[in-house]
């Protein structure tokens, strides 16, 4: 401890003699929790930590692979870890103490969204199905079991009263069974606005196509399921399916309630300002803008140093949106 603070101290020391101001938070660790190391989000928080080593001064970022967003909204709520992947939705939830989180309300704020997971409702071009109202009695898989896919996939299908004969299981065993016209089609997250390699895998053998959300359910699943974000996906030439639009949600990084914010503050500020670090982890990153796709795709309150750095980057934040 007193050598933490010796070396705190000397950094503040050169820093005032070099005419620089000291950072007016203290000397200190930080800890990300992440998700699986098999996985590209864990691979981006890497990124992110040698970024801010980098970056911001006095202080140190490592990352723990952990079991994603509710076990990384435990854990900061333990003070466990310091900054966590969480989905957008689920941080809603967490925030406002419903679903899974009646009780046991969750006080961590939204540092950023990084990534777009919108829910593609992907099915065989031959079997016909047109709307999601067709998928009624079609054998069909919500998402892969135990994910966030096949929870809020259920949730949306029962809002808008559609029953398929829900067919559950891996994603090899439903690509697999797909392929053979033994499963309709299923609910696969994005790779942004791209199709996943699953999802590429399956069009490669079976034309396939993209079923979206209409503007009666659109405005339905906005009144009763705000956790949700509504994205409009653009057209994939290559595989010849048009535009639509359907409900998804952002990955970003949330805090723990007692995260000193000037430091959060640094940390947003080296994030939304970086056009190298992340985007060498995360191809999909490139040449996004971070601040704007914080705000399109944010559905519960800002931490209030995202919300300072926003302002003064003259970005509006909504009401909503604030803490």
């Known amino acids: 401890m007193f050598k933490k603070i010796m070396k705190g101290l000397t950094v503040a020391t050169l820093l005032t003699t070099a005419g620089i101001s000291a950072p007016s938070y203290a000397a200190q660790d930080i800890l990300i929790g992440s998700t699986s190391a098999s996985s590209s989000h864990y ?65 961590s704020k939204l540092l950023w969204i990084y990534a777009l997971a919108p829910q593609n409702v992907v099915v065989r071009a031959d079997s016909e199905v047109q709307s999601l109202e067709q998928l009624k009695g079609q054998s069909f898989n919500p998402g892969i079991r135990g994910s966030s896919t096949e929870a809020t996939s259920e949730k949306v299908f029962e809002l808008l009263s559609i029953k ?69 996906v653009p057209e994939n030439t290559s595989l010849s399916l048009t535009a639509y639009t359907t409900w998804g949600f952002g990955v970003g990084a949330s805090a723990k309630p007692s995260l000193d914010e000037e430091l959060a503050y640094q940390i947003v500020k080296a994030v939304m300002e970086d056009t190298e670090y992340q985007s060498t982890a995360m191809a999909s990153i490139k040449g996004q803008n971070l601040a704007e796709m914080t705000l399109q795709y944010a559905t519960s309150p800002l931490h209030p140093a995202t919300v300072r750095y926003l302002t003064e980057k003259g970005y509006d934040v909504p009401a909503s949106l604030k803490p």
């Open 164 to 232: 398929p004969e829900m067919v559950r299981g891996s994603t090899s065993d439903i690509v697999s069974a797909i392929k053979d016209n033994r499963v309709t089609g299923y609910v696969k997250s994005g790779a942004g606005l791209k199709l996943d390699a699953s999802s590429q895998d399956i069009a490669a053998q079976t034309p396939i196509n993209l079923l979206g959300l209409n503007e009666s359910q659109i405005a339905l699943l906005k009144e009763k399921l705000p956790q949700l974000s509504i994205v409009s």
């Open 43 to 107: 691979g981006y928080f890497v990124a992110v930590s040698k970024l801010l080593n980098d970056k911001v001064p006095d202080m140190k970022s490592s990352v723990a692979e952990t079991g994603a967003t509710l076990d990384n909204l435990r854990r900061l709520m333990r003070n466990q870890v310091d900054i966590g992947l969480v989905t957008t939705n689920t941080l809603f939830e967490a925030n406002a103490g419903i679903g899974g989180f009646e009780n046991r309300q969750v006080d």
